[in-house]
């Protein structure tokens, strides 16, 4: 698979990447639950998915809070020579029923009891996963620079977060850059294209890593406007393909490069949708689509 790098960092990871928001059943601790989540994420990584994005809330309508890195932990502590094949990317920062901490305090506690859960050593991309509006962007800052430092995160980034959110925070960091933002980006949901998170990516060097690129599967489903679903049937069938190839393959053509995160859990599905790096959108498909999704184009 193609791979691009996490903003300016070194860490280079494939094109479409894995999401555990939906890894972690009611069970997370049985040889089963392990072995399935298992044949996932090796799926994953033998199809170049090679950043696993989790966070620490994933699974708290299943099995509880963190479960879903328990879950991720166990595969590795399986299969120790994963770890070397992923990049590792979590989140913090929503703390139920709060809704949002990213005070200093929490954010290191919440840092090292996700290492403890996924039982690493660092973690390569730490992100906080919504905007606390009660935190000053220089104390979030200083304690993503204190665990940068401290050798427990790698890379830093943000997730859901405006681009007045991500400047206020690149202000405060200083010459550390955050390498990611993470917005929800699909033809369901195409904000992103204007209200400045992608050009701000562009404009800084942080790589968009794409949630829900398939609109929570809605697009695969045909859960969709009539007018978007055809325009995408007729470019998936001109290039026989699945229609969920063809709406990562328009996320991915952007030119900020938007990594979508998938989160599929048959890995048949995950197979398919590697697919999308071979589908070349013309300008003209590319637009068309935007336009069916409701994007006016004057
Ligand atoms: N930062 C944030 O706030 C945030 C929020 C949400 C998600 N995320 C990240 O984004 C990742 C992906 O989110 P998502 O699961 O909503 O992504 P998605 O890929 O848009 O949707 C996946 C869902 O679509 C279903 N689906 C139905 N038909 C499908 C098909 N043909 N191909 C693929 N999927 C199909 C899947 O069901 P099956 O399992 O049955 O295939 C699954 O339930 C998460 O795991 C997480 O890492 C981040």
Redesign the pocket.
Known sequence: MDTTRLGRSDIEVGRI???????AGHDVTSAAAVAEAHQKIETALDCGMTLI???DI?GVDTAGFGAAEDLLGRVLAAHPSLRERMVVAT?GGIVPPVPYDSSADHLRAACEASMRRLGVEVIDLY?V??PDLLAHPADVARVLIDLRESGKVREIGV??HSPSQVAALQAHLGDVPLATV?P?L?LLHIDPIDDGVLDGAMAGGLTP?????????????GDAAPALLSAIDAVAERESV???TVALAWVMAHPSGPV???????PE?IR??AGALDVALSRADWYSLIAAAGRPLP
């Open positions: 990447s894995y999401g555990c928001w939906r890894l994005d989790t966070a994933y989140k992100q996963h919504r997730s859901n993470q929800e699909s890593l794409a949630w829900s690129p398939l609109g929570q599967g809605r697009l695969a489903t699945s229609r969920s979508p995160i998938i989160g599929t859990q048959r599905r398919e949708a």
